[in-house]
């Protein structure tokens, strides 16, 4: 269902006033993680400044560590749903367990599947279930055959609002926190009619790859890209080495649009 023999346009999916897929490159910015209700609302209004299409944030982390920060969860969702309220902002963010599923489908715009639950089948199957916009993160270690058939998964219970993401792969390379695979999105592009996104932050884990990768993404076609941005990045409570400050947010956004059309 996901292949592009049978359905040769690029799928468009509509989330409120915005969009992914088409020929214009949509911007979802905000924290790795909801800290509390004055860091989602300044930051959301900051990237909104800047040009985001979405506000994402994460309520429910999946963390390496038991003993890392989890996530405000029901409280940081409630935060999240506030600050796209006062803002006007669509809200992204990531869905660990189908019995959260009830609370994310009032208010929740587009359902994040992340990367450590790309096989997690009967999720994927529940979401499958929903008509809500899906971005599906890559796996860890998966191919782009096993990512395509995860999504699959989504598409064969009757939603077609998937939006495949590219986040980084494990490799050799210890540098970065993962391998941005940039030829995955050409690859993805031609075998399905799915948009195609980047997740530069988590791709690389340092701020200040964010931008040349964000901006090659472009540039090799992708449809848009996840970008971690956080008011005060060294005492962030998630992933500060990664998230940029909202001004080279802007900056970045500003180079974004001397490449290409930014909604
Ligand atoms: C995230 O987007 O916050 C996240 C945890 O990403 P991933 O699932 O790609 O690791
Ligand atoms: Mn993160």
Redesign the pocket.
């Known amino acids: 269902k996901a292949n592009r023999f049978f359905h040769p346009e690029d799928s468009v999916i509509t989330v409120k006033n915005e969009s992914f897929g088409g020929d214009h490159f949509t911007v979802i910015a905000g924290?790795?993680?909801v800290e509390g209700p004055q860091q989602i609302e300044q930051i959301a209004m900051d990237v909104k400044k800047a040009g985001a299409a979405m506000l994402r944030g994460?309520a429910f982390?999946p963390r390496s560590s038991p003993y890392s920060f989890q996530g405000l969860r029901e409280d940081g969702l409630e935060l999240l749903k506030e600050a796209g309220r006062k803002s006007g902002l669509p809200i992204v963010t990531e869905l660990m367990s189908v019995q959260h599923l009830e609370a994310f489908m009032e208010e929740v715009d587009v359902i994040q599947i992340g990367a450590r639950n790309m096989q997690n089948y009967e999720l994927l199957k529940e979401v499958g279930k929903t008509g809500k916009p899906i971005i599906l993160k890559r796996g860890l270690a998966a191919t782009i055959e096993e990512f395509i058939l995860a999504a699959e998964y989504i598409l064969d219970e009757g939603n077609g609002n998937v939006i495949l993401c590219e986040r980084g792969i494990r490799t050799f390379e210890q540098y970065t926190r993962n391998t941005l695979d940039l030829s995955a999105v050409p690859i993805l592009k031609k075998l399905t009619h799915l948009p195609v996104i980047v997740d530069p932050?988590?791709a690389s884990g340092i701020w200040w790859l964010v931008e040349p990768l964000a901006k090659a993404s472009m540039v090799a076609g992708a449809d848009g890209i996840m970008i971690?941005v956080h008011n005060d990045p060294a005492h962030a409570k998630?992933?500060g080495e990664?998230?940029l400050k909202p001004e080279k947010f802007k900056h970045l956004m500003d180079s974004l649009r001397e490449l290409g059309t930014v909604i």
Request: hydrophobic residues 0%; charged residues 25%; negative net charge.
């Open positions: 924290p790795c993680s994460g982390k932050s988590h971690e998630c992933d990664q998230s």
